[in-house]
């Protein structure tokens, strides 16, 4: 009696597996699948075919890529800013706001739906790119801006501030390319006085510091009042007799 249900338990544990392999993989869903359905008095496979098949859509033809929306305005120069790096749009669409999507691969600009412009990303930030279709006839006839307009505006601070407006004209391929920064640095008037622009611009000059940023940040931190320290230090200075020359160093005093 004993012996019969570890026969029958062994069975049950351990089925015949070739009974298995000659079962087809499919013969079970498939009989599932064309079973009619008491209440509809339909199968699965026939709803299927009657709603759902008709009204499936093909699979996309590119994977799915995330994207990240972001509102920008294109600025004078007809470029808007994106992470730091600036991209053209056609200079007709100045001073607009554009819906800007962004991939890790591609930058999209789109006025009221309509894609205005595409660009390969860059993350190398305070650069360019720019699209020769962009750029305006001659750009010195929009918006009166003009790269002499612009030293001669910087000019109404002082020679210094002047000077890092043309270096940095200068510095870039394209002049317009540097009429943000010049801007920025002529509307820093509105917060600073004329004598500490002219300060920053000459510690600006000093060290090469290019940009609107490096100029607001000498501002900010104070730094163009070292100049003035540096000039008092200098002038405060008298001839004496017992400061000692070139000549004298390396000797004991007296």
Request: hydrophobic share 30%; glycine share 4%.
């Amino acid at each position: 009696m004993e012996e019969g249900r570890r026969k029958s338990r062994r069975k049950r544990l351990n089925p015949d597996h070739n009974k298995i392999n000659k079962i087809k993989p499919d013969a079970g869903p498939e009989r599932l699948n064309s079973r009619a359905l008491r209440k509809l008095k339909k199968s699965r496979r026939e709803l299927f075919e009657l709603y759902d098949q008709p009204n499936a859509l093909g699979l996309p033809q590119k994977p799915y890529e995330y994207a990240e929306w972001k509102l920008a305005t294109v600025n004078i120069d007809y470029h808007i800013e994106v992470d730091q790096h600036y991209y053209s749009v056609p200079f007709r669409l100045l001073r607009e706001k554009l819906d800007v999507r962004l991939t890790a691969h591609t930058v999209e600009a789109f006025q009221k739906g309509e894609r205005v412009t595409a660009h390969v990303r860059s993350f190398i930030p305070h650069r360019h790119s720019t699209l020769k279709e962009h750029m305006p006839p001659a750009h010195q006839n929009y918006l009166e801006w003009t790269p002499s307009r612009i030293v001669s505006w910087a000019k109404k601070t002082g020679p210094a501030t002047a000077a890092l407006v043309q270096r940095i004209i200068d510095s870039r391929a394209h002049p317009e390319h540097a009429y943000r920064s010049c801007l920025g640095i002529l509307r820093l008037e509105k917060h600073y006085s004329p004598q500490r622009l002219e300060n920053a611009a000459l510690r600006a000059l000093k060290f090469g510091s290019l940009s609107f940023k490096a100029l607001r940040n000498i501002l900010e931190n104070g730094l163009d009042r070292l100049e003035d320290n540096d000039k008092s230090a200098e002038q405060a200075l008298p001839d004496h007799e017992n400061i000692r020359g070139s000549g004298r160093e390396g000797r004991y005093w007296p």
